[in-house]
């Protein structure tokens, strides 16, 4: 179930909680008791501790010039 990440602010303080992503964007209360609460956008980090995995490289730029690298024949 994922969790979001709410501020109170009346009291500052910052708190989860767990939910369905259907009931996302309903208001959620503070647990001291108020109700003016904020959802915040969360950042995940993930990183790769497994092993097996070899990241590719990204695409090789080609000669020619433009906006799309000369690729497309605009350059």
């Known amino acids: 179930m994922p ?20 009931e996302s964007s309903q208001p959620a ?3 001291h008791g108020h109700a ?3 959802k915040l956008l969360s950042t995940v980090a993930i990183t790769g501790r497994g092993g097996g995995f070899t ?12 906006c799309c690298g000369g690729g497309c024949g605009c350059g």
């Open 3 to 22: 969790r979001y990440e709410f501020r109170c602010r009346a009291c500052g303080d910052t708190f989860e909680v767990n939910r369905p992503m259907t």
């Open 29 to 31: 209360t503070c647990p």
């Open 55 to 66: 990241p590719s490289p990204g695409p090789v730029a080609s000669g020619g010039g433009g």
């Open 36 to 38: 003016d609460t904020v």
